[in-house]
């Protein structure tokens, strides 16, 4: 809190504007919460109270006046702050311009998000062909004004005649699945509901996704998310046809979803209990058609310890990987690996390198127009690879400098595809790369009222008390010296779950860094930067 008033002053003072920002700390009464002594469980003979688990009926009239008094604390705290306004104003300023995301081409169309500035929601925007005119295809923003209900595409059918489009309101986790037929721009009736946690697979007339059980009316929001199942939803169908294709009956907490491969000759089966790991299995469409309850899947890795997932399948004819899976695993490879695996012998001593562990971390392996695009993790930031489908003429990709970068995939037959990057000051820029000259030109760099040549960034390394050398990354105004003048500093870290931290751009972060702050990114074990051992 010492520190506040100063802070205040230098970010008034760029502001054009110096009232008083001294605040006169009062104590905070909140409000009372009540404690249901009588709620809890009975676990192996002990009662386990739970006291405030009535805080879960978040329909209840109790909680709602719980919430509404919670506020009303905050707000009465925050209204006081004299200097709220200019930094509310300094905000607006900064989240107030264009963003368009990396163009997605399906057949001839490209899709492209755009915001123009302070637009709750994103508008998903077509064209025909690359240079094509911008035609709006959906706008949230037009059919929820209060601006809670967000619309992404998901995949489409082989034949690019049909997209599914997710829907979710008010930031729940339900998803609700709707059909365009991109070859008269309509809308379909169907609408998919009580899906949760899934994404879509076309084969054939229509697509694979996962769901649950209708909940009970009232509980839709606190229901336990529990028994899971896979159905095949056909085009034109209502979801009370909907076909179910894999179950498990014995244990409801289970997280599955399907795939299935560019050429629709292999489908696809996860199933996993949360983010440890998982089962992968799959199943030849040529010869078994359809998937059903009774269906007896291929093994490729079963229990929850490891982490293998198929990348693709590679059509016979290919030298030396035709008719095999490209599979990225972390077996016998803390830091992942991809090989390829014959259908046939799917078993990890049949198992062939093509990308061979590396010290640094493998995060994922996309295809596209004949080629392997490896994503790594050195010391927290992106480096990109790119390969032949058998893993020869290894070629690093440029990127513009120590960032994170994601893209670079697409189908076999595509010539060129897109990729983002962002930095701690570059707020993300897209670029379209070619697959036959491998060469990068710019696509989109926006444009906001921030001079990163203003600012610097460097990477450190302390030692922890284990000997282990820690990352760390320090961005601050070039005329700031970190060890010099006593500078207000925010440090972050996670480490947890195997996340990586890698450098991204905040445009909260930058009334700190113009102000004289600093800014440390470090990286805690626990996370993902260096692998499983981290």
């Known amino acids: 809190m010492r520190t506040a008033p100063i802070f205040a002053a230098a970010l008034l003072a760029a502001c054009g504007s110096a009232p008083d920002t001294t605040m006169t700390e009062e104590p905070i009464t909140y409000p009372e919460t009540r404690r249901d002594t009588t709620a809890g469980d009975t ?24 919430v509404k008094r919670q506020n009303a604390v905050t707000d009465a705290y925050l209204a006081k702050i004299p ?28 899709f492209l998000y755009k915001n123009s500035g302070l637009q709750n929601q994103s508008v998903i925007y077509m064209r025909k062909g690359i240079d094509g005119e911008d035609e709006v295809f959906i706008d949230p923003n037009a059919i929820d004004p209060d601006g809670t209900t ?17 829907v979710q309101k008010a930031g729940s986790d339900w998803q609700e699945i709707e059909i365009w037929d991109l070859s008269t721009m309509t809308k379909l009736d169907d609408k998919l509901e009580w899906v949760k946690f899934s994404g879509t697979a076309w084969y054939k007339d229509g697509f694979f996704y996962s769901r649950y059980p209708t909940p009970a009316k009232g509980t839709e929001l606190s229901a336990a998310s529990q ?52 089962s992968m299995y799959y199943h030849d469409l040529r010869k078994g058609g359809m998937p059903t309850p009774a269906t007896t899947w291929q093994v490729l890795q079963d229990g929850f310890d490891q982490k293998t997932s198929i990348v693709e399948y ?63 993790l050195k010391d927290a930031t992106t480096r990109i690879y790119r390969y032949a489908l058998d893993g020869t003429g290894k070629d690093e990709i440029e990127l513009p400098g120590l960032g994170s970068a994601g893209g670079f995939g697409g189908k076999r037959d595509d010539t060129y595809s897109f990729y983002s990057f962002s930095s701690f000051t570059d707020p993300g820029s897209t670029f379209k790369y070619d697959y036959a000259s491998g060469e990068s030109s710019l696509y989109y760099r926006p444009e906001l009222k921030f ?42 870290g996670y480490g947890g779950f195997n996340i990586s931290l890698s450098p991204w751009f905040s445009t909260s972060r930058v009334i700190l860094l113009e102000n004289g702050g600093v800014f440390c990114l470090v990286n805690l074990r626990g996370g993902g930067e260096y692998g499983e051992e981290w």
């Open 227 to 278: 028994w899971q199942k896979v159905y095949y939803h056909k085009v034109g169908d209502p979801q009370e046809k909907d076909v179910l294709v894999y179950e498990n009956t014995t244990n409801p907490n289970l997280y599955m979803g399907l795939g299935v491969t560019e050429g629709e000759e292999y489908a696809t089966l996860y199933v996993s209990t949360g983010t440890d790991g998982y």
């Open 451 to 492: 001079d990163p040549d203003q600012y610097t960034s460097e990477q450190v390394f302390f030692t922890s008390k284990d000997g282990t050398q820690v990352p760390m990354f320090i961005v601050h105004r070039k005329d700031v010296k970190p060890g010099g003048a006593p500078a207000p500093t925010l440090l972050y």
């Open 150 to 166: 967000s619309i992404d595409l998901m995949s489409s059918s082989m034949d690019d005649r049909y997209i599914a489009v997710n």
């Open 314 to 376: 590679v059509p016979e004819g290919v030298p030396g990987v035709g008719g095999k899976f490209l599979v990225q695993t972390d077996v016998n490879a803390p830091n992942y690996r991809l090989v390829a695996v014959d259908p046939a012998k799917p078993g990890p001593e049949h198992w062939v390198d093509i990308i061979p562990e590396q010290p640094e971390l493998l995060q994922n392996v996309n295809t596209g127009g004949g080629n392997l695009f490896a994503s790594y």
């Open 43 to 66: 676990l192996h003979g002990a009662f386990v109270p739970d006291p405030y688990r009535w805080l879960e009926n978040d329909t209840s009239a109790e909680t709602a006046d719980w």
């Open 83 to 110: 200097f709220r306004q200019a930094i509310a104003d300094r905000y607006e300023e900064l989240f107030n311009y264009p963003k368009v995301g990396a163009p997605r081409k399906v057949g001839d169309l490209f």
